[in-house]
């Protein structure tokens, strides 16, 4: 494990190493700190915001956690409800006995909204949770990915986190009352893995970075 005046030398050079390996693409340009006031992110909304019913949200980031680590704690759907914000209930059934995913119920709710709906769960072990819903009662379809990738090559406890939520209201009102707080919730959500993974396998190797995220 890696502390003290390791980690503050690491923090600087990490962003500098990504960016010459296979993540030092275009896109990596994006990379930038994180911007709070009190505590909340800020966003900005726009007109088009509210005319429209489908939602976006991307990051990539990288963490000093394994992808074995992150896995086991985004797989792990029946325990959604005891550190997932705003998940309600969370019930695992029809699982495929090969091992390649399962279907599972989830109660959603942050007010005024609450949904109950069935998801699509499919595994690739240590590398891919991919949850997708097509028969909700609010969404015409509802999609949440991770992908998981190796990290720093010398730090074999650390990875690069790809998270994707994306979904498309079947109602303009539900989408312009969940518009205000979307951006909020999504990023609440990563943080509450990350945290948990913290909880079952202990203080990060690394400090985590943001390589790059999008919401339309």
């Keep these: 494990m890696l502390k003290g005046s390791t980690l503050k030398a690491l923090d600087v050079r990490i962003i500098q190493r990504y960016m010459q390996s296979s993540l030092s693409c275009c896109s990596c340009q994006q990379i930038g700190p994180r911007h709070y006031i009190n505590g909340i992110q800020r966003y900005y909304i726009t007109f088009n915001d509210f005319r429209n019913k489908k939602r976006m949200y991307t990051k990539k980031e990288l963490v000093g956690y394994s992808m074995e680590d992150m896995y086991s704690v985004v797989s792990d759907v029946s325990n959604y409800y005891k550190f997932v914000p705003y998940v309600k209930k969370s019930q695992v059934h029809t699982v495929d006995p090969g091992g390649g995913g399962f279907k599972a119920d989830l109660i959603v709710g942050f007010p005024p909204l609450n949904e109950i709906y069935t998801s699509q769960v499919t595994l690739q072990p240590n590398s891919r949770v991919k ?3 097509h028969d909700g009662r609010l969404f015409n379809y509802l999609l949440n990915e991770w992908r998981f990738s190796p990290g720093l090559k010398d730090i074999p406890n650390s990875c690069v986190v790809d998270f994707r939520v994306a979904f498309e209201f079947k109602s303009l009102l539900h989408s312009n009352i969940a518009n205000i707080f979307f951006d909020l ?6 943080n509450a893995f ?6 079952r396998s202990g203080p ?9 995220s999008r919401r339309s």
């Design 131 to 133: 949850s997708e819903c």
């Design 194 to 199: 990350i945290l948990e993974v913290n909880r």
């Design 185 to 190: 919730i999504c990023d609440q959500m990563e």
């Design 204 to 212: 990060p190797s690394i400090r985590s970075h943001v390589l790059k």
